[in-house]
């Protein structure tokens, strides 16, 4: 009696037992949320990154922060089952887990090729994806026993360097439409993405100012629409707005594109007492919730680590 009683309150403390998987993978377009935080990872959110489940199968994830391929396998997902990777840009907490996702397609071993796109290069420090996965992971790099990446010994790996000057339509083995965006995210080349499918769509916006009307063009009409919620109010006229978006900016992007439903993600805090406290989406996030309200007039949802979001049944 006292194993069950445990055992309840465990799942009852801890939400993260009560995997989202088998409610995402029930149905046949769903968005996992794997990951709703940022840098500091405040209240053990995880970096974010997104699955998107098709036809009750992973078919793929944007973004792959370090602790995503754990993430990925608490929701069901094998490895070697993934077939495509969306990297928005190369800050850390959105690509430092390659190495460990990519080691374990190795491991696996995967028999299937991997297509993984993201960003060409051009900001200060931020190499074109398909440098930044050589410097990583090839011969003379970071992890050169994962050369075989390269030369086809471990299994193929379909790269598409993508432009973040002009709308580019990504290849992809799924049957589906998948547009990339070039967003401003300050000195880091960056990237949105718009999955369209038979009767549905979904954007994930990404890192960015959202100070781009163009934006809110890209992103109209969507089924579910992402956005990241970084900052609050208080941010105004901070170097960070060179960067990240503002809730205004936030809300009047929602208004532009008026998607059915809105997901405010990349929640991000600081500890209690430093200098920049306030400026953080999770200082007030009921605020920033409610500034983006004033704008888009459909629901607003915060996103948490496990989260899913049903397209279509």
Same mark, same amino acid.
């Given at each position: 009696?006292?194993l069950?009683?445990?055992?309840?309150?465990?799942?009852l403390?801890?939400?993260?037992?009560?995997?989202?998987?088998?409610?995402?993978?029930?149905?046949?377009?769903?968005?996992?949320?794997?990951? &709703?935080?940022?840098?500091?990872?405040? !209240? #053990?959110? %995880?970096?974010? +990154?997104?699955?998107?489940? $098709? =036809? /009750?199968?992973?078919?793929?994830?944007?973004?792959?922060g370090?602790d995503t391929p754990?993430?990925?396998?608490a929701?069901?997902?094998?490895?070697?089952?993934?077939?495509?990777?969306?990297?928005?840009?190369?800050?850390?907490?959105?690509?430092?887990?390659?190495?460990?996702?990519?080691?374990?397609?190795?491991?696996?071993?995967?028999?299937?090729?991997? &297509?993984?796109?993201g960003?060409?290069? !051009? #900001?200060? %420090?931020?190499? +074109?994806?398909?440098?930044? $996965? =050589? /410097?990583?992971?090839?011969?003379?790099?970071?992890?050169?026993?994962?050369?075989?990446?390269?030369?086809?010994?471990?299994?193929?790996l379909?790269?598409?360097?993508?432009?973040?000057?002009?709308?580019?339509?990504?290849?992809?083995?799924?049957?589906?439409?998948?547009?990339?965006?070039?967003?401003?995210?300050?000195?880091?080349?960056?990237?949105?993405?718009?999955?369209?499918?038979?009767?549905?769509?979904?954007?994930?916006?990404?890192?960015?100012?959202?100070?781009?009307?163009?934006?809110g063009?890209?992103?109209?009409?969507?089924?579910?629409?992402?956005?990241?919620a970084?900052?609050?109010?208080?941010?105004?006229?901070?170097?960070?707005?060179?960067?990240?978006?503002?809730?205004?900016?936030?809300?009047?992007?929602a208004?532009?594109?008026?998607?059915?439903?809105?997901?405010?993600?990349h929640?991000?805090?600081?500890?209690?007492g430093?200098?920049?406290?306030?400026?953080?989406?999770?200082?007030d996030?009921?605020?920033?919730?409610?500034?983006?309200?004033?704008?888009?007039?459909?629901?607003v949802?915060?996103?948490?680590?496990?989260s899913?979001?049903?397209?279509?049944?």
């Amino acid at each position: 009696m006292r194993l069950h009683c445990l055992s309840l309150f465990l799942l009852l403390a801890w939400p993260g037992a009560l995997s989202a998987a088998p409610l995402c993978a029930s149905h046949d377009v769903a968005v996992e949320v794997l990951g &709703a935080g940022g840098p500091m990872h405040a !209240g #053990g959110r %995880g970096g974010s +990154a997104y699955l998107l489940w $098709l =036809h /009750h199968k992973p078919a793929l994830v944007v973004d792959m922060g370090g602790d995503t391929p754990a993430k990925l396998s608490a929701a069901g997902v094998e490895a070697g089952s993934v077939p495509l990777v969306l990297i928005s840009h190369l800050h850390p907490d959105h690509v430092s887990g390659l190495a460990d996702f990519l080691w374990g397609e190795i491991n696996a071993p995967r028999k299937t090729p991997l &297509a993984l796109a993201g960003p060409e290069g !051009g #900001g200060d %420090g931020f190499p +074109a994806i398909g440098d930044f $996965l =050589h /410097h990583s992971f090839d011969k003379g790099g970071l992890y050169p026993r994962m050369a075989g990446l390269f030369d086809g010994s471990a299994f193929a790996l379909n790269v598409q360097p993508v432009s973040v000057r002009a709308q580019t339509i990504i290849a992809n083995p799924l049957g589906l439409t998948i547009a990339a965006y070039g967003v401003d995210h300050g000195p880091a080349p960056a990237l949105a993405y718009r999955v369209a499918g038979e009767g549905f769509a979904v954007v994930f916006g990404g890192d960015q100012t959202y100070a781009d009307p163009g934006f809110g063009h890209f992103a109209m009409g969507a089924d579910l629409l992402v956005i990241h919620a970084m900052l609050t109010d208080k941010a105004k006229g901070d170097a960070l707005t060179h960067s990240v978006g503002l809730p205004d900016d936030l809300g009047a992007r929602a208004k532009e594109a008026a998607p059915k439903r809105l997901v405010l993600s990349h929640l991000m805090g600081a500890p209690e007492g430093s200098a920049n406290h306030g400026l953080w989406s999770l200082s007030d996030i009921g605020g920033v919730k409610t500034r983006v309200a004033e704008f888009y007039s459909g629901p607003v949802e915060l996103a948490r680590d496990g989260s899913c979001y049903v397209v279509r049944d």
